[in-house]
């Protein structure tokens, strides 16, 4: 077996979506791609504009102990208790950091890996220690969406509603979607101008809490799907690829829906053909567009940038 | 019974306390180690401790040596801000370890060193590739490095899972590393990083000390400022490759920055600084491998980590002046010092409301004239009996109340109301006379400041009031003398000779 397998287009690319099973089933997975895609998208474009992608990484690593909790308490993967514990470990992580960087004379950066590399070690431990509790550390890093459509049937007063990872990341989309379109003006004033923002009667500490808790609550709706550390790659890849086409903001936010789209897509296909994991193939596939995008994007791109320096 | 084994195991007592303290800790939180496994669990213990196993010796000698080296170079990244530029590092070294793999068919092999090398070193062109030709900031470029390699890896690392290799099952190792797989040539790796780092370190120290500082001032004399930091960032990048197998990609960053941190809150010379924070990582190594030794299945990494994070909490917590529970104990003995002082004026002042005729206060009074309740005045009575500035009996009087006492200063006692009530009333006099503040504005002002009038302070204000006797309310400051030789006359007791003489 070689490591790049033969390249056939009808393998590739209609084998996924030949019978109706498969089409049920692939088509699930790539819903929860694209929700996933378009979640952290969204969400992602407000880290980046305020220069806190690392905190999306920090806060991402940080749930892991939340989570672990949750289930030693609880027992089960209960939903209330997975967001309960992840959301309070997510703002833990988010005031420990800043605690650290305004009462010690640590540097922001130092205070962010030391946090962070702790709660991660504090969670894996938890997790190794509690082996039966039947959670893969290795799952929870790169996750594996090709498993979303086993997930079990959510049920709400007896009524089955469907498969409960797509509930979940669904629901957390539509309230990314609603919070953003409701509280653009806030978000994107505190964003960019803190200061006008406090003049403006804005409530700039609140607006960042509520970012840092929808950082959390997308990272554990897509930790099934992309695991802790690729859920960086889809914070950061679809703000900073459209903004080399793109210069406002709200173009910017549109612009990750097709992204995600690209992404999932092509992610699934490339896993299709190499045989591994989908949402590792889904972040290879944002690296792989993001460099022709840094390239030839007419925004800062560096061709262009060449062009007009000659 | 585990003072018997330790017995015959011939320990150091010390040590053995040690050890038991650790394992007492451990045992709180790791369930699946309870009490019928003693036995077995103080024979590990004990078994670790004497290190007669070979790979045991291997394992505590390379977390060590790991621990120190991470320390070291470390101590650079923490003060030249690169804590996230080692996180990306590490993450971006996996797709090379991966690649390796894939060429040699094997987990030993250098072609895995070599493989992490060059994609550690195409991590660092393409971040300084992107900071330098697009407009995107530092921490997005780090993201994007990060992520975007750590796919490739995750990538590579799920297709050779997928393929039928014989010896595969190691690979996961490198996420969360396991020391019990190092072998005696990961050691020599360790040690000749560990020497390259300390080489360096040695040759270039008083370079390194400027350019980290003031770059622009490193430059003007003639440092090769560039030329370090692509020095700093291979050792970098040499030191989080050898410590994966022990640490693994995720938390590789993590023994970087904790112990150069925590030194950071202690030390300000960066001599002891980089002294310190390798000897933290080498506390660290070693108290996670051996914690890690006692559980099943326990990773290495996030334990050694989780030690250094313990050290770093307890330095926080701990350390001189602004740690949170010095500070915590420094301001309550200072609330409890103004408690006592504000106890004292009290009673000072009910001493002289009575014309210092009674030598002691009843407890009514105390209660009356502060309005506190009978908890609350036996509680600043007895932080006063506690500091043996007072001592208290019950009346004989069983007219009055029941359950009242009689409050007597000590000479201590009466000396140091004295000093405060002299701190407030030339303080008071100070403001109406020099800073010309009306008279019925003083007493707040001066309830705040007589704790913490020095005697310098005291001794300058006396001269620039020259030696006053009464306040702006007219009442007597208790003079120097007073306060040394126990007494105090007052106006009226003075016309009647009487000497309020202090009870020994």
Redesign the interface.
Known sequence: ?T?IPEFNFSKVFLEPWSTSTLINWNGQIMLMGFMVCWTCGIVGSFI?IR????M??AIS?GILPGLAIAFIISGSMGLGSMFFGACIAGLACNFSIEWLHTH????E??????VF??F???G??LI????HLHID??CL??GEIGLVPLSEKWKVFGFEMGNRSLWTIGLVFCGVVIGTIFFYGPLVVTSFDSTLAKSMGIPVKATHMSLMLALALSTVASLEAVGV??V??M???PP?TAAFFLQRLPTILIGTFPLGIIYTWGGFHLAYW????I??????V??LL?IPA?LLGPN???LW?LKFKT | MFWKTEKTLGFPRSLGIVTASIAFSTNLQAKQIDWNKAESFFERTSRFWQMQDQSVQIVVLGSILIGISCGLIGSYVVTRRLSLFGDTLSHAVLPGIAIGFIWSQSKDNPALLIGAIIAGFLGVTCLTLLQKYTPIRQDSALGIVLSGFYAIGICLLTRIQKMEFGNQSGLESFLFGQASALSINDIWGIGITLAGIGLFVLATHKELLISGFDPSFARSIGIHTMLLQYGLWILLAFCIITSLQVIGVILASALLIIPAATASLLVKRMNAYLFLASLLGGIAGLSGTFLSFLGQGLPTGPLIVLVSTFLFLLVLGFRPKTGIFTHWNFSRTHSMRIKAENTLKALYHILESQNFEKTSITSQDLMQRVGIGRGDCDREVDLLIRMNLATQRSTKDSSKLPGQSLITLTPQGWEYACKIVRNHRLWELYLTNEAKYASDHVHEDAEKIEHVLGDQTIRQLERILSNPREDPHGKLIPSLDDIEHGGIKNKHAAEEGFRYSNPT
Do not use: E, Q
Not at chain 1, 274 to 277: F, G, M, N, P, V
Not at chain 1, 279 to 284: G, H, K, L, P, Y
């Open positions: 077996m490591l980046v220069r806190m992608a690392l999306g990484d690593h010690t004379k640590l540097k950066d130092a205070a962010m890996g030391l590399t702790s991660f070690a504090f894996v431990t190794s220690m509690n082996s550390p290795g890093l790169y550390i690729l960086v790659a914070f950061v890849f900073v190499l045989d591994c994991s949402a590792a193939a889904i972040a290879v944002a690296t993001f840094c800062g791109g560096i940038r």
